[in-house]
Structure formats: structure tokens, C-alpha cells
């Protein structure tokens, strides 16, 4: 730098250096610089505070112009010298905001402003301005507005109502699904209007209740319902706090909603199974209760507070020990044992039969115990359910008893049960099967029923396994006789009926059931043939009947016409009585015939 001559008034130059120092210390603690341009020379001249911003040394002063508008951040620099421009041409004042890039590459924010100066011609000659670093203000804003829209973002993405209400009940803001939940189709139809409109009549007073509450400064909670501007019911859950102003004023109630109509129904629900379940557990003669490690009643239906309340013999409540020694030492002790078994944590099930004390009836119970566990799996308790099964165990004996008797029914009845696949494969016999037709139950199911049927019989078979397959379940075909094979080889007659049971899980097959009617097919043949052998000799002697009988009658008529002589009538009358004898002879000749043809049991009859 140029050296400067000495001051010979060295007092002005002291204050001189003395506003000088302020001014520095005024222009770094604002931030400030001040800076001309020279329109003659073209030279722009900085302040120290100017080039501390643009962080450079004051040695490089005085500086060009286009050193100047190099500082200017590439994208403000047109917009830079077009505001230039335009103060010189136009007149408009100097007043600007840009970027400065300093010497290291550090983007500034600086607002400026200057006077122009011209001539007497009017034509410029210096402009002579300030600006001021703004960087943190700016830096600031851009936060605010960067934190502003990420807060207006998560407001229009927030999936529950966001609104805002002023102290006389105005909507004053509602985010875009708060809009959805009112059935707005657009802000314009709810902004402006009193909220109060879409609150269900009779619960009107929950929704004041927490806006007058946030108005007080009280932030509070309530569930309501609103019918939607499309007429929709919804239940809502709302939390209303305050809006404040900087002096702490409260000035609106800021309030987040929630549609539980959902939840609400899934809660009548439960509320409904709960009814439900309670109503279905006391109803019951089945016994339920639960106990504490200390053998303490935690819960039970109303058939156990009966049970334990006569036991007691008072009303029996919850915390009342379950362990009842009224009732004798051995019921005690039993009943204690269990509760200490299964709060070691066996899961188990006893069956108790006792005369009852109360109906001094005979009961069956089947006696279940299971541990309670919390989250550690430490027991806490045990859950008791005890059914009655007395009429299960009324039944079952009479179920055992009645197989008994059907079971000597099947082994000693004279007819034979079968269960056959389609393909007629045994897949069980009755005992009977051995009486009948001599098998063992084991040789029978080991046979196929087209190896014992009669050839000639296969093809009916064969169709009959076909035809009952297309009956319902339980329909049968009528009866039908087969020849089937003995073990002795012989072959007999047997009436069978066949029934559709191949659904019936307990069967599963075609159930045969089929009698010996040998001797009666015997008899019927026997029958038949004696029948043939009548009518042979019924048609073989007619014309040896009707000879003797044809002259009988014509004699007779002859006799009676009285035109005889007494020697022809004589004569005729032998001849008569020859007829007759001869007619006789015939008839006991049929007889014998016939006597030869009935076996003797039907002659013993006759």
C-alpha cells in the first residue's frame, strides 16, 4: 500500500482513527461492509467489513468490476447486473438480495442497497452503497420453510383428522383426511363451517366438553359420533389441546381425531361374546372355577358357587378357600391333592362317581385340571372344569349291554351278516357264518363271494352289487336266492338282501344278510315236479274217465225215454252197471298214480 505522508494536525487524526476503529467494529458486529463504484474509472472500492464477507485481504483493493460480479454466485450474477442496469436507465432505487461466493467457496447472503450519483448531465459518475451479510437470517428462514413444509407434508400424509377450531367452534383448518372422514369433497365445503353441525345430536356435549377444556388451557379426550355431510355415521376419538399466540394467549383448540368406528363395533362385539359366554357358563350344570396358589376361588360359574355354597353353607364369593373340610377329611385330602398336583403344573383328568349331596342322586364327572401361567411361565394359578357324564355313563352301559344282546343274537341267529366291497370281498362275518355254510370267520373273509356263488348264478350276483350301489345310504334290494358252496361241497340255497352302507363310516361296505333255504327250495322243487306228474296223469286217463262215463250217460238217457222193452231195458241195465264198474276201476287206478307220486309225508296229511 501507498505510505501516508505525516498528519500535521495529528489531534483531527486521532479522531479520525478513533471513528474509524467504531466503524470497523459497528461494520463486523452487524456485518456490514460499504462499497463504491467508480463509473469513470470502472473501479469498485470495499471496506474492510466487505471483503471480511467474501473472506479475501484488503491488499487486493481497489478491485475491478468484473472481479466484482465474479463474487456474485453464478446464478444471481445476470439478475446482478440487470438490476444495475435498470438503476441507471430506469432510475429505480439500488436495492438487492444475492449470493456472494467468498475466496474459499463459502455461498453468502447479503442485501444491498446504494445511492446513484450523476452528473449534471445526468450521466452516472459513482454509486455509493452498503449491504449486509444476511446469511444467518436466510439460513434460518430456509430452515423454517424446510421445517414448515415437512410439517405441512406430514399433516396432508397424517391418516387421522388434523384440525384446527376457533373459540366460537369455527373450522378454521382440516388436513386432507380429517376431509375424507366429514365426506368434504373439497376444503371449501368445511372450512368456514361450525363443527358443531356434524356432531351427533345426543353427543353433542362429549365434543364441547373437551373444546371448552382446551380453551381453558386443558387438554382432554372424548368419544363421539358425526354424520358425515354424505350422511355417514362414524364413531370418533378426539384429543383437543390449545392453540397459543407469542403472548401465551390461547387463541384456537388444535384437535387430533381418530375413526374407531371399527373399533367400536369389534368392542360391542366382544361385549356381545362376553354376554354370550357368560350367559352360556352359568347356564350350564357344568362346573368351571379357577384358583390362586393359595387354593383361593379366583372365578366360577354360578353351578360351582351353588356347589361350594352348600358345601360351606354359606354364600360362597371369590377369595374363599375351595378346600372344604365339612364335607369329611377324605374328600379334603382328595381334592387337595389334585389343586397341589396341578399347581406343580401337571395337566391331568380324574373321574369321581359319589351319591350328590344336594340331589342325593348317583353322578359321573369327568375332572379336569390345567396350570395357569403368566408371561414368565411361572404358575399363578389353576383353571377346574368338571363335566357330568352321568347320563354319558347311563348310556354307555346301556349301549354295552345292548351289543351283548345283539352280539348273541348274530352268533346264535340263523341268518348270516356280511360286509362286502363292491367287488364282493368279505370284510367282516358273523359267528353264524360257520353254522351255515360250515366256514370258520377266518376262511369265510378270505374267499370272495364269486367263489363260493354258483356259476351260473355269477352273472345275477354280479348285477346286484352293481344295482345296490346306485341306492341311497340304507337302501336295500328286495331279497334274491343263490346257490352257494358248502365247505362240504355240497351246494345249498340262500336267500340274500343287500344293503347300501359303503358311507356310513362306521360300516363302510354293502352289508349282506343271507339264511339257509335249502329245504324249502328242496320242498318247492319237490312240489313242482309232483305237480307235473298230476297233471301228466290228469291229462293221460281223461279219455279212459270220459269213455265209461260217455256210456253211462247215454244209457241213462235211453232208459228214461221209456221206449224200451222190458229185455232191452234189461239188457241196458248190465250194460250200465259194466260201465260203472269199469268207470271205477279207472278211478282207483288214478288214485294209485297219484299215491305214487305225493312222498308219504303229504299221504299222512291227506
Known amino acids: 500500500m501507498t505510505s501516508i505522508p505525516k498528519d500535521p494536525f495529528p489531534e483531527k487524526s486521532r479522531k479520525e482513527d478513533h471513528y474509524l476503529r467504531i466503524f470497523r467494529q459497528m461494520e463486523t458486529l452487524g456485518k456490514l461492509g460499504h462499497w463504491e463504484y467508480d463509473f469513470i474509472n470502472q473501479t469498485i472500492h470495499w471496506s474492510e467489513g466487505v471483503f ?36 441507471i436507465k430506469k432510475g429505480i432505487p439500488y436495492n438487492f438480495e444475492c449470493r456472494l461466493v467468498t475466496k474459499n467457496g463459502t455461498v453468502r447472503y447479503i442485501h444491498s442497497q446504494a445511492e446513484l450519483v450523476r452528473d449534471d448531465s445526468g450521466n452516472p459518475i459513482q454509486i455509493v452503497g452498503i449491504f449486509q451479510d444476511i446469511t444467518d437470517r436466510i439460513e434460518s428462514y430456509i430452515q423454517l420453510k424446510q421445517q414448515e413444509l415437512r410439517l405441512s407434508s406430514i399433516l396432508q400424509s397424517e391418516p387421522e383428522c388434523v384440525k384446527v377450531v376457533s373459540p366460537d367452534g369455527i373450522l378454521i383448518e382440516m388436513n386432507p383426511a380429517g376431509l375424507n372422514m366429514i365426506e368434504a369433497d373439497s376444503p371449501e365445503d368445511a372450512i368456514g363451517k ?30 363421539f359420533r358425526i354424520i358425515g355431510m354424505k350422511g355417514t355415521h362414524r364413531w370418533m376419538e378426539s384429543t383437543a389441546v390449545p392453540l397459543t399466540n407469542q403472548k401465551g394467549e390461547i387463541i384456537s383448540v388444535l384437535s387430533l381425531t381418530r375413526d374407531i368406528s371399527e373399533k ?113 411361565e411361572k404358575i399363578t394359578g389353576l383353571a377346574c372344569f368338571s363335566k357330568d357324564i352321568s347320563s354319558l355313563m347311563r348310556k354307555s352301559k346301556e ?36 353254522k351255515v355254510m360250515g366256514y370258520t370267520e377266518k376262511e369265510a373273509l378270505s374267499l370272495n363271494l364269486f367263489d363260493v356263488v354258483h356259476p351260473d348264478d355269477s352273472p345275477k350276483l354280479k348285477k346286484r352289487l352293481f344295482d345296490v350301489l346306485a341306492l341311497p345310504l340304507g337302501g336295500s334290494l328286495p331279497s334274491e336266492t343263490f346257490r352257494a358252496k358248502h365247505k362240504d361241497g355240497s351246494w345249498r340255497y340262500v336267500e340274500s338282501t343287500l344293503t347300501n352302507m359303503l358311507s356310513d363310516e362306521s360300516i363302510g361296505g354293502i352289508v349282506d344278510n343271507f339264511h339257509d333255504v335249502t329245504e324249502k327250495e328242496t320242498q318247492l322243487e319237490a312240489i313242482k315236479t309232483q305237480n307235473q306228474k298230476l297233471k301228466s296223469i290228469a291229462w293221460t286217463q281223461s279219455h279212459v274217465v270220459r269213455s265209461p262215463l260217455a256210456r253211462i250217460m247215454g244209457l241213462t238217457q235211453l232208459i228214461r225215454t221209456g221206449s224200451l222193452t222190458k229185455e232191452e231195458e234189461d239188457k241196458s241195465l248190465g250194460y250200465l252197471l259194466n260201465s260203472a264198474n269199469e268207470l271205477d276201476e279207472v278211478i282207483w287206478d288214478i288214485v294209485r298214480k297219484s299215491q305214487e307220486v305225493i312222498p308219504p309225508e303229504f299221504n299222512s296229511k291227506t
Open 52 to 87: 471480511l464477507i467474501l473472506e479475501m485481504d484488503p491488499v487486493d483493493m481497489p478491485v475491478s468490476l468484473e472481479l466484482g460480479y465474479n463474487s456474485v454466485h453464478p446464478d444471481d450474477r445476470e439478475k446482478a447486473k440487470q438490476h444495475m442496469e435498470d438503476v
Open 194 to 223: 361450525n363443527v358443531d353441525a356434524l356432531i351427533e345430536p345426543s353427543d353433542l356435549r362429549y365434543y364441547q366438553s373437551i373444546h371448552e377444556n382446551a380453551l381453558k388451557g386443558i387438554k382432554s379426550s372424548a368419544r
Open 264 to 376: 367400536v363395533i369389534n368392542e360391542e362385539k366382544l361385549i356381545r361374546i362376553k354376554r354370550n359366554q357368560e350367559a352360556l357358563i352359568n347356564g350350564t350344570s357344568d362346573l368351571i372355577w379357577s384358583i390362586d396358589t393359595n387354593f383361593c376361588l379366583v372365578a366360577a360359574n354360578q353351578s360351582f358357587l351353588n356347589v361350594l355354597s352348600f358345601l360351606l353353607q354359606y354364600p360362597a364369593k371369590e377369595g374363599d378357600s375351595v378346600l372344604v373340610k365339612t364335607a369329611g377329611e377324605e374328600f379334603y385330602y382328595k381334592w387337595k391333592e389334585y389343586y397341589e398336583r396341578g399347581l406343580s403344573g401337571e395337566s391331568f383328568t380324574s373321574y369321581e362317581n359319589f351319591i350328590s349331596p344336594i340331589t342325593h342322586e348317583e353322578e359321573h364327572r369327568e375332572v379336569s385340571f390345567n396350570p395357569i401361567r403368566n408371561v414368565d
Open 399 to 434: 349301549l354295552i349291554l345292548n351289543e351283548k344282546r345283539f352280539r348273541v343274537l348274530v352268533e346264535n341267529g340263523a341268518d348270516v351278516i356280511m360286509i362286502l366291497s363292491p367287488r364282493g370281498q368279505g370284510k367282516y362275518v358273523s359267528p353264524s357264518i360257520t
